[in-house]
């Protein structure tokens, strides 16, 4: 092995100690940096290199994340919707007793095993859906707070399946029946609707991509290891083009 | 700011560089003072990217290895510039008490 082979993958194990997405991003033209500063005939890095390698990459570890604000107020709605998950639980809960009172009054006939059934169909689930989707948000909070793209992916269709059931509830003329649970749970889609705006909004995309690969590295990382050959990538006012 | 960014921010004012190149840049600005190793640089680098202060400008693959060239953004030519303000009107402070008392301190 020679001399410059032992000495990248001795850097490269130092890189390691870095978070993935960094690595991903600046790997290759650090090890171009340290190689290129590297004396002739070195086979290890020296110790002020690998003790400042070490050092940021505990930094870059530990450091706060720092979301563009369009994210944070997400995560805080996320958080927020959480909390309306569970109002949404503790109004069903109270108005069970009104919800049944209303129904009897529009339907004398309403049957004991009419209303069972009803808890069943629509109560039930709202009780033991409305602290798992309380769970949800708390975890997507997380996720896109750390720039997951699949997070985002997963709010959207929680998204979805929220404004589903309100429509479902709409059907089942809830307004007549139990109008608190309709406006909490109007309140909880609104919130859902402003979280999505502000994840989709331009200026996050930078927080979600920031974990991904873009087409520019993975070329220059396929064409590094080709000997002769030279790839230029450059940046005009936005768009990437390849001379 | 930190000496080290507002060195490499002034290294980038001159033109897009690649990570070895500023290294050298902000070694001759400083005149060997400071001398920047790779980790400290692309901690420094990726921060000012996220802040907007610089971006990629191109890159290329020289004799395999990869090099980035990193340029300054307006915000960031506005953040030095305001920086280099600052620490002449402290130096201009400085040098006009030094002259009122002769250049000494007592």
Partial sequence: MTDATNLERCYRRLLAWYPRAFRREHEEEMLAVLMASARDGRRRPGLADSADLIRNAIWMRLRPQRPPPTVCWALRLMVLGAVLELVSLATVLATQGGLRSAIVRHFPHFTMAQWHAEVHAHILPVEVGAPIAATLCLWLAWANGRGHGWARGLFLGFFGLTSLSLLAAFGQHAATYAPSDLIVGCGLWLVGLVTVLLILNPRSEQHYSRRRPDRRTRENRTAVGGLGHEHVWRSDGGSASWN | ?106
């Fill in chain 2, 1 to 106: 700011m930190q000496e080290a960014t507002f060195l490499i921010l002034t290294a980038l004012a001159a033109g897009s560089q690649h990570g070895y190149g500023i290294i050298t840049d902000v070694t001759g600005i400083s005149d060997g003072r400071v001398r920047l190793r790779a980790g400290t640089l692309y901690t420094a680098l990726d921060r000012l990217r996220e802040d907007g202060l610089i971006e990629v400008d191109h890159e290329e693959v020289v004799d395999s290895r990869l090099r980035r060239y990193y340029r300054l953004m307006p915000a960031g030519a506005e953040r030095l510039s305001e920086e280099a303000a600052r620490l002449q009107a402290n130096a201009d402070v400085a040098m006009s008490r030094l002259d009122v008392s002769g250049g000494l301190a007592t």
